[in-house]
């Protein structure tokens, strides 16, 4: 009895342990804008399961989430919202435990695009960082290992 007593305790242990599920929902245009408001420094990164460069940088965003708890990493996806069962299980398997929201679409792409830079064109992957509301880094493309770091490292 002490023994099944002992392993229910670790278990219960293992299992507020483990990393927290990833808050995931769908996200419209308007609210996308407000985000880089919601927290001190927020990364937020665009990205679809179908995009190879995106799921290449999904353990460089991961990483940094986890050694950074001050900074609030969000994904965005672009996949299309019938997929949405798609992305869930996508976000899963890839262990993406920060917060992950997938686009409604039907709103005005592209002021949603000019709020958060005037001079991204939609391509993915795209990743914003923002420190107290105001954009202080834009990259279009693949992030690389350090980059994330070394833009919030620096002074503003």
């Given at each position: ?5 002992r392993?229910?305790?670790?278990l219960?242990i293992?299992?507020?342990?483990r ?22 420094t ?6 679809a ?11 460089l ?8 708890p001050?900074?609030t ?12 069962a798609?992305?869930?299980e ?5 262990k993406m435990?920060?917060q ?16 958060i830079?005037?001079n991204?064109?939609?391509g ?5 960082v ?14 690389k290992t ?6 919030l490292?620096?002074?503003?």
């Amino acid at each position: 009895m002490q023994h099944q007593a002992r392993c229910l305790i670790l278990l219960l242990i293992l299992f507020a342990c483990r990393p927290a599920a990833p808050d995931f929902r769908t996200i419209g245009d308007s609210e996308i804008r407000q985000l880089p408001q919601m927290h001190p420094t927020v990364i937020l990164n665009f990205w679809a399961t179908w995009c190879e460069p995106c799921v290449a940088e999904i353990p460089l965003l991961t990483a940094y989430q986890n050694q950074h708890p001050h900074a609030t990493v969000i994904g965005i996806s672009m996949d299309e919202r019938k997929d949405e069962a798609k992305v869930r299980e996508f976000v899963k398997q890839h262990k993406m435990h920060y917060q992950v929201y997938l686009r409604k679409g039907g709103e005005d792409f592209e002021a949603m695009v000019n709020a958060i830079d005037p001079n991204w064109i939609g391509g993915l992957p795209a990743t914003f960082v923002y420190r107290d509301g105001k954009r202080i880094f834009s990259k279009m493309g693949q992030l690389k290992t350090g980059e994330l770091e070394r833009v919030l490292e620096s002074p503003s």
